[in-house]
């Protein structure tokens, strides 16, 4: 059964830095793409980044590049978001997805959410 | 990067009851590469529909998704009491990724 579990999340000062993890099991980790979604509360989903399953190449959303770093540890199945320079606007719940098994940039698995809040 | 305008926002509907939400994008995707997703109150999205028309593991087939180009349609075929929820188009074809805005199923 395919496991996603993310952490890390909590709240934050503005300008200060988070690192989400997302412990993965159920699947070969390294054969799949992951990404990262994020939900606003009480607003629509936003893609924030993706990596490949090798890890050699990734991608951001606009609004967070240059501030956040995805990362992957095939050797412990764990996906990371290393989240500096946080901003009021980057409180949301955030999902870790696995990319679908008939490819494409679908997610047919995703965890149940961590939750960040950046307020003084 | 495209954007995707779901509508309607909120459609009010009985059990039973046939529906078809839109999802129309500011350009042409490529290849259908178009995704739904439903998502219920405090859980994580779930994949219905990928490639505009294929179901996703798992998915009834009382839903259904079709169109191409920029024009796009989910439709459930008779609504179930677990059908309420929000339903949000994605596509692929292109980074960033992006999603609509979503539609809210509710109960009348």
């Known amino acids: 059964e395919v496991q996603l579990l993310e952490s890390g999340g909590g709240l934050e000062q503005p300008g200060g830095s988070l690192r989400l993890s997302c412990a993965a099991s159920?699947?070969?980790?390294?054969?799949?793409?992951m990404s990262w979604v994020r939900q606003a509360p009480g607003k629509g989903l936003e893609w924030v980044s993706y990596i490949i399953g090798s890890g050699d190449d990734t991608y951001y959303a606009d609004s967070v590049k240059g501030r956040f770093t995805i990362s992957r540890d095939n050797s412990k199945n764990t996906l990371y978001l290393l989240m500096n320079g946080l901003r009021a606007e980057d409180t949301a719940v955030y999902y870790c997805?696995?990319?679908?098994?008939w490819g494409g940039g679908t997610f047919d698995y995703w965890g149940q959410g961590t939750l960040v809040t950046v307020s003084s | 990067e495209i954007v995707l305008a779901q509508s309607p926002g909120t459609l009010s509907l009985s059990p039973g009851e046939r529906v078809t939400l839109s999802c129309r994008a500011s350009?042409?995707?490529?290849?259908?590469?178009l995704a739904w997703y439903q998502q219920k109150p405090g859980q994580a999205p779930r994949l219905l529909i990928y490639g505009a028309s294929s179901r996703a593991t798992g998915i009834p087939d009382r839903f259904s998704g079709s169109g191409s180009g920029t024009d796009f349609t989910l439709t459930i075929s008779r609504l179930e009491p677990e059908d309420f929820a929000v339903y949000y188009c994605q596509q692929y074809a292109y980074s960033p990724l992006t999603f609509g805005g979503g539609t809210k199923v509710e109960i009348k």
């Open positions: 997805a696995k990319r679908s098994t």
């Open positions: 350009q042409s995707v490529n290849n259908n590469y």
């Open positions: 159920g699947f070969i980790f390294s054969s799949y793409a």
